[in-house]
């Protein structure tokens, strides 16, 4: 009989066991851990488009530097080393020429802070309201058309043989 309540036992609980893992316990769906990271890309929708004000710059970037730095060709003609602000790192990515807004320092004229990414299509908008010049090619890496003559630089392998 002592046998036979051992097993009583076991069996009991055994069964309370699977019952608080399976049946009471809710299954993981949360946002964390790496479900937080990952989540699903809500900004889809479309946002009001953000025209620039008083200090502040329209610019496309040049090259990423690293460590949420990056080097842009900003409208006014001057080229700023640029910081990505902590509310857009890891949210936001910005690539080699992209359209950002950008916020000039009074102290630091050769340094700015990203405000905002365009998006492709705004920076078409803004393209279209006269915002940005000609110059300026939207969803292309080549940030800032080169002059005609400006890397002309090649060898001709027939004047090697002069030398």
């Known amino acids: 009989t002592d046998l036979n309540f051992t097993r009583l036992k076991n069996f009991e609980f055994y069964f309370i066991h699977w019952c608080i893992k399976y049946l009471v316990m809710p299954?993981?769906?949360g946002k964390g851990g790496k479900n937080r990271r990952r989540g699903k890309n809500e900004n889809e929708e479309k946002r009001e488009l953000v025209f620039k004000e008083h200090g502040?710059?329209?610019?496309?970037?040049?090259?990423m530097l690293g460590n949420g730095r990056l080097e842009a060709q900003c409208v006014d003609g001057v080229k700023r080393l640029c910081h990505i602000r902590g509310k857009m790192r890891k949210k936001v990515w910005v690539n080699t020429g992209d359209i950002v807004l950008v916020g000039l320092r009074e102290y630091q004229d050769q340094k700015a802070d990203v405000i905002q990414k365009y998006m492709a299509d705004e920076a078409r908008s803004l393209k279209a309201y006269g915002e940005l010049p000609d110059t300026i090619r939207v969803n292309e890496t080549d940030a800032f058309t080169q002059e005609d003559g400006e890397n002309d630089d090649y060898f001709d392998f027939d004047d090697v043989s002069e030398i």
């Not at 502040?56 to 090259?63: C, D, G, N, S, T």
Request: charge should be positive.
């Open 27 to 29: 299954k993981n769906k």
């Open 56 to 63: 502040q710059e329209y610019a496309q970037v040049l090259r």
